[in-house]
Each structure stands twice: as C-alpha cells, then as structure tokens.
C-alpha cells in the first residue's frame, strides 16, 4: 500500500510543483479509498447510528410541540442534523487510524519519501471526505422512506455532496491535529468521546439556535458543525432555508479546514517522535 503512494513521487522534481503536489495529493486519497475497499462492513457499520437517530429519537422528538422547525416536520428538520452528525462522528475518530500508523513505521515511511507533508495531510481528509458520502447515501434512503421531501435538483444534491466532503475533511483534520498531540490511542479515544458530544449538542443539528439560552447560541456560532448542518438543510430540504446564508457558511467551513489543514500539516512530522 505504501508503494503505491511512493512509487508516483519519484519523479516528483521533474515536474512543476503544482502539478507534483495534485499527484502527492491524488496518491494519498488512493491509498487510503483502498483501505475502504478491503473492508466494505464499515459501510454497514456507519448505517447503524443514523438510522437509530432517525427511527427512534427522531419519533418521539417530532411529538414535542415546543420546537419550532418552520413549518416541516421534526424528522424533516432533523435528516441534515443526523447526516452532519454522522460525518462528525465518524471523522472525528479518523485519528486513530493515523496513530496506528505511526505504530506500524509507516508514518515514518512516509517522512521520508518527497512527498509534501501539506499533500499528505490534504489527501487524508479528503479521501475522509469522500468516505463521508457513504453517509449521505444511507441518510437520503432513510429519509425518502420517513417521508422527508429532499431535494433532487442537480445543483442541490451537488452542494450536498460537497458540503458532506469538506464537512468531514474538516473534522478529519482536526482529529488528525489531535492524534499528532496524543499519540496514543488510549489517549485519543478519550478525548474524542468528550469533543464529539459538545459539538453534537452545540450546534443546530437537532434543536433550532433559537431554542438555546444565550450563552450556548454564542458557542454554536463559532462551532463548524452548526455552518454544515444549516448549509445541508438549505441544499437537502424542499422547504429547507440557510439561517446565515450559503454564503457565510461556505466561508466559514473554509476558513475551518484551511486553518485545521495548516496546523496538521505542521504536526505531522511530531508523530514520529
């Protein structure tokens, strides 16, 4: 596996550097949609979770008369926040695999190839991303069959798909940042369990902003989650609005990921100390 990814960056100074660092980059998400691949249960895995979400809580929330969802129906309202949490949750853990890694050498590998470190980085949340649209399958069949009236326009399922793909590479990356401080896998499994929770609940996945008493709603505002969810609602809903615009969240989830990408990438090499 690690010869695949090696093997396109040997005639990596003979190229222009844009044009190098697309390859590095490509090689990486090749390398890790394989592994993908070689174990198609975790699909199966992943659809546990939201379907729970949606038969079960989201069934006896859409008895509550006091959330107010704009005219759709709970389970309506709640379809973009399970998909949004479905990535999260699973990108978050996405550094585990990454701490394996590093205790197999093969990070170690991977410093000393010419490969860019940035390319690396990117091409590990990307293809996390792209893992991310599995998601997006099995919350649009759930919902279909709840009844939820999605969009099927082109340009709607497109945006989808891209907001699922920077959605999860973005908190790939920061889970990635957090295994390049832990290094071990003990310690990351506890402290991804206390992060997953907070940016579940702070944020719009499941209860409107306008629900939260002031100083959770000032939190939700600088949470990433909360950007992803209303951009997926307005995109994924028929009825569906952005409460700051597709615009503002685009932005932010950029401005997020860019952030993230820098600082992973300066860690990087740390995992092999």
Not at 166 to 178: E, M, R, W, Y
Not at 233 to 244: D, H, I, K, V, Y
Request: net charge positive; aromatic share 10%.
């Amino acid at each position: 596996m690690f010869a695949r990814l090696v093997e396109p960056l040997t005639g990596w100074a003979d190229r222009s550097s844009v044009c190098a660092f697309a390859e590095q980059t490509f090689a990486a998400i090749d390398v890790e949609s394989r592994k993908l691949l070689r174990d198609p249960s975790e699909l199966l895995s992943r659809a546990v979770q939201p379907i729970l979400w949606l038969l079960v809580f989201g069934q006896v929330f859409s008895r509550v008369r006091g959330i107010a969802t704009g005219g759709m129906s709970y389970i309506e309202f709640m379809a973009p926040g399970v998909l949004a949490q479905s990535i999260l949750f699973s990108a978050i853990f996405y550094g585990i695999a990454v701490i394996w890694e590093r205790d197999l050498g093969i990070i170690h590998k991977l410093l000393v190839s010419p490969a860019s470190r940035l390319a690396l980085v990117l091409g590990k949340a990307l293809a996390a991303g792209i893992r991310g649209l599995s998601q997006a399958v099995i919350i649009y069949v759930l919902a279909m069959m709840m009844g939820v009236h999605l969009k099927f326009a082109p340009k709607a399922v497109i945006a989808v798909l891209l907001v699922v793909i920077f959605g999860s590479a973005t908190f790939s990356t920061f889970s990635l940042v957090i295994a390049c401080i832990v290094k071990t896998r003990e310690r990351f499994m506890g402290i991804g369990q206390v992060l997953t929770m907070p940016l579940f609940f702070a944020s719009n996945a499941i209860y409107p902003l306008t629900l939260m008493p002031r100083w959770l709603h000032a939190v939700a505002l600088f949470n990433p989650l909360s950007y992803v969810v209303d951009a997926l609602r307005a995109c994924m809903l028929q009825q569906g609005t952005s409460a700051f615009g597709l615009g503002v969240d685009a932005i932010v989830v950029a401005a997020a990921f860019t952030i993230l990408l820098a600082v992973a990438a300066w860690r990087y090499p740390s995992l092999a100390q």
